[in-house]
């Protein structure tokens, strides 16, 4: 079974956008971080960097990861739902 989540940012508009997109769904884990690295607990750095998206999110969000592979900033991910969408 593949893992799929999705890394977001609070206060982060096109974070909960896809949130929003990927409602109802139960095969996307959804993690989100404070929007202030200052805040991250030693769990969420260890989370981030694991999954390597901790320079990621640095620059954008979200990131959608699946199985190591990574989807970054709200017009990926938004195609990669549309993709699944046509199968």
């Not at 971080?33 to 750095?45: A, V």
């Not at 970054?72 to 199968?87: E, H, P, S, T, V």
């Amino acid at each position: 079974m593949t893992k799929t989540i999705l890394f977001s940012l609070e206060h982060c508009i096109k974070c909960q956008q896809i949130k929003e997109l990927l409602a109802g769904r139960d095969d996307v884990e959804i993690i989100t971080f404070p929007h202030d690295l200052n805040q991250w607990q030693e769990e969420d750095l260890t989370m981030a960097k694991t999954h390597d998206v901790f320079e990621d999110l640095q620059k954008t969000a979200p990131v959608l990861w699946l199985d190591g592979e990574k989807k970054i900033g709200y017009l990926r991910i938004r195609k990669w739902l549309q993709d699944a969408q046509k199968q």
